[in-house]
């Protein structure tokens, strides 16, 4: 049977923030997987969940950290580009 619990999202937390839902775990067929237990339905694996609001905070800087990097490299290969005749 499914456990039931409080989990923090983090799939979309740069652009929706850390969500709080209820989920129930689903490791009886995958582990390490949860579903959300009322709207549409959703599942949630590896580091798109959280079981403390503390870990969640701390993936959720991790991807900001991530995404600024990305965006600083991407920023340089842009400014490089040349367009001359």
């Known amino acids: ?22 989920v129930a775990d689903c490791f009886d067929t995958t582990p390490g997987m949860v579903t959300k237990t009322n709207g549409p339905v959703a599942f949630y694996h590896g580091n798109d969940w959280h079981r403390s609001h503390e870990a969640a905070i701390e993936r959720a800087n991790a991807m900001k950290a991530s995404e600024l990097e990305s965006l600083d490299k991407q920023r340089e290969r842009i400014a490089a580009m040349r367009f001359e005749r």
Do not use: C, V
């Not at 499914?2 to 740069?14: D, G, M, P, V, Y």
């Open 1 to 22: 049977m499914s456990e039931r619990f409080t989990a923090w999202i983090t799939k979309h937390a740069l652009t929706q923030g850390i969500l709080k839902m209820q």
